[in-house]
């Protein structure tokens, strides 16, 4: 008899654990982290015997989420430790929000998103009022401190951001994409100062130069029409609310990447490891590789001015990250002689994903270098070599990790896009940088 889940048992579950949001007025971060350590080996372990394997996807009687769950109240606690509101949306986000808009949406049905048919508006509209309710009321029972923005709009952006991801067709777990964007969302909200500022007065011949390059990379093959048009807002996003410094990045990471592109295209060609469409990048490229960097220019303009530099970096890491990855892929395929995994060190053919070889990786660590020493100078007016080494580290850490995660996709049965892949790899070079840097300075 095929197993059979009971979903609404497991939904009620998942919607009650979120109570237990209520303990981050009381409990320190690591009495928070020791119970969701201990949660996520209960669920793994022992949930199942409690309540029966139906509360499993699986006929074992434990699945991914199951555990991912109590895995990512873990990983927000670790991150955000005694800033307890960014937690407790997150994981209200995670229990009623998402709770709710899969009761709600399975029971309902309806009209489907237009954007992803496996979803419903009843669904979403689910997540967006149960979510803000339970995120309000979990907000203002861990009395946060004052802020620039009413309590209200703060848990209304992350929970709309939150239902947003939710929607899409991104084929990570839900217990994953939620609370992290949920948390990340409040976090940086509860650090405004201001509304977010145009920095750079002086913007108008930057902005006629950024709608040169994008005409120019569209005549030189380097990206199509979409490509073209997503490269001059994020550009211009840069300009005003990051500075030409930021800019500069740009153009670093936009030059290194179209070179090692181009580099050797017939022979990557030959071998079928080429970019599609002769080398040109679309919007999806284009967002998910910079789409991090704006969002953060946007937030440095509106952060106190002590903090603003630390959002600037992460912006910068972001786009050293993304040099980084695109270089040695493009060079690794190119030129490197053994290829293998990432944790395994295992030989595998070129051109599979998630795999790395040393000379693609000491590439791109030379252009996480390049990038990273080229947005110092600009910001900074010195080669400060802490700041150097702290891009060059979350590069290379957020191009390893994404290199681990291309190994375990391309053995899944729905795998992760690949430009979604490319975005996390610029949110975890930033992430390094403003979970670390602010105890750091």
């Known amino acids: 008899m095929p197993h059979q889940t009971n979903e609404p048992l497991r939904k009620t579950l998942h919607i009650a654990i979120g109570f237990g949001a209520l303990l981050l007025r009381f409990l320190p971060w690591p009495w928070v982290a020791a119970v969701c350590a201990v949660a996520v080996f209960s669920n793994w372990f022992v949930l199942h015997r409690l309540v029966g394997v139906r509360v499993s996807r699986h006929e074992r009687g434990w699945d991914a989420g199951t555990v991912l769950y109590p895995a990512m109240v873990l990983l927000l606690a670790l991150v955000f430790r005694e800033e307890t509101v960014p937690i407790g949306v997150g994981w209200a986000a995670l229990a009623f929000g998402d709770g709710f808009a899969g009761l709600i949406g399975k029971s309902v049905g309806g009209p489907r998103l237009p954007w992803n048919r ?3 508006w009843s669904g979403f509209a689910a997540f967006l009022a149960f979510g803000f309710v339970g995120a309000i009321f979990i907000a203002r029972w861990l009395t946060p401190q004052r802020s620039f923005l009413s309590l209200e709009v703060i848990v209304g952006g992350a929970v709309l951001v939150a239902a947003i991801v939710e929607s899409l067709r991104t084929n990570i777990d839900d217990n994953v994409t939620v609370p992290l964007s949920a948390a990340a969302v409040t976090w940086a909200l509860l650090h405004m100062h201001t509304l977010p500022i145009v920095i750079e007065h002086g913007a108008m011949p930057w902005l006629i130069a950024n709608g040169v390059l994008a005409i120019v990379g569209y005549l030189s093959r380097s990206v199509d029409v979409s490509g073209a048009s997503a490269g001059f807002i994020l550009g211009a996003i840069l300009i005003l609310f990051g500075g030409w410094p930021l800019y500069v990045v740009l153009l670093a990471f936009f030059i290194l990447g179209t070179a090692t592109t181009k580099l050797g295209y017939r022979v990557k060609a030959a071998r079928g490891l080429a970019q599609e469409k002769g080398g040109r990048r679309g919007f999806s490229h284009a967002f998910s590789n910079v789409g991090m960097a704006a969002i953060l220019a946007i937030c440095a303009s509106a952060a106190l001015p002590h903090f603003a530099i630390v959002w600037w970096m992460a912006a910068a890491a972001a786009l050293a990250t993304a040099a980084a990855d695109t270089t040695a892929s493009e060079v690794g395929q190119l030129l490197g002689r053994r290829t293998f995994l990432p944790l395994t060190f295992r030989p595998v053919p070129v051109g599979t994903e998630g795999a790395i070889s040393l000379e693609g990786t ?8 390049l990038v990273a020493a080229i947005a110092v100078r600009a910001h900074v007016g010195l080669f400060d070599i ?14 390893y990790l994404e290199s681990i995660a291309g190994s375990w996709n391309r053995r899944q049965e729905k795998p992760i896009p690949n430009g979604v892949l490319n975005f996390i790899n610029t949110m975890i070079g930033a992430g390094l940088v403003l979970a670390f840097v602010p105890r750091m300075v």
Do not use: N
């Open 362 to 369: 000491f590439a791109g660590i030379v252009a996480a270098a």
């Open 386 to 399: 802490t700041w150097i080494a702290i891009l060059i580290l979350a590069a290379f850490l957020g191009s």
């Open 118 to 120: 496996e979803k419903s």
